[in-house]
């Protein structure tokens, strides 16, 4: 991996960790899923056109299949992911979210496509379990059999956390095929992706106006926030992967999960901060593992 993928990755990861930590105060729903497209495909309209008025004509059924495809995966990643903030803490779900995707592409290569992997992938596997486990509380979690309620709500962000890390799995490798096999724009590649969510999200929006108001003059800041920094983020990941083979970039990402650890558990005062933090720490060097081994 080169030296300018390397910098654009851990920017990337500091860009996303705070925009999550934002997206988990906002509280918000797939309504704040629909208030973040729409402002992303305002704020970032001029970018958009710029690049697109010449590329996007070109395009065929092959490019906008996978435009379609990323949408539809990003707004399941999203909406899950805002629902696993409410329902739990950011320091489980965000690292469970980030560090499963790996693990589950090397599970699923080993068991079905009866690929091999070597020691130290197993032990990149160790330590994404270790990890879970000391981020699910470790001993303290164990211990915990007297407090049903906070033993429910890890596991809550246990569940939220893997299935937001399939859909990571997911849109990275479609993402990433579009970038590298196609040579889409990654800019384009993420901003069209926003008309696709608008229009899956829209109906849940229109349900209920009066409701949507409500949210949208309590979630707009927030909103806007996460609109005008998370694209940053993605996008300088898909540049990334035009530089860097797929396999090490998304590991690599994981690094956005100490960002959070540390910075999240300091902001939002969830407990067990030290065993979360060592617990991303110890996914992170899993996939890391997973990605050399």
Known sequence: MTLNAFGLIILAGLIHACWNIVAKKAGGDSRFAFFTSVLMMLVWAPLGWYLGRDAVPLWGPMEWGFVVASGLLHVGYFVILLRGYRKA?????????????????????????????????????????????????????????????????????????LVTGAFIASYTVVDGYAVKILMMSPILVDYMGNFVRVALLAP????????????????????????????????LVL???????????????????????????????EGDRVARICGAVFIAAGVTALALG
């Open 204 to 235: 849940v929006v229109l349900r209920d106006l009066p409701t949507a108001g409500q949210l949208w003059r309590a979630q707009w800041r927030f909103a806007l926030l996460v609109a005008a920094v998370s694209p940053v983020a993605y996008v």
């Open 89 to 161: 803490d950011l320091t489980v779900v965000y690292p469970l979210a980030r560090g499963s995707g790996p693990l589950m592409s090397s599970l699923v290569a080993v068991t079905l496509l009866g690929e091999r992997i070597s020691a130290l992938g197993v032990a990149g596997i160790a330590g994404v379990v270790g990890g879970v486990f000391l981020i699910a509380g470790g001993p303290g979690l164990l211990r915990a059999a007297h407090d049903p309620a906070a033993r429910e709500r890890v596991y809550k962000g246990i569940w939220y956390g």
């Open 239 to 269: 540049y990334a992967m035009k530089e860097a083979p797929m396999s090490h970039v998304a590991p690599a990402r994981e690094v956005s999960m100490l960002f959070a650890a540390l910075i999240g558990g300091h902001l939002l005062g």
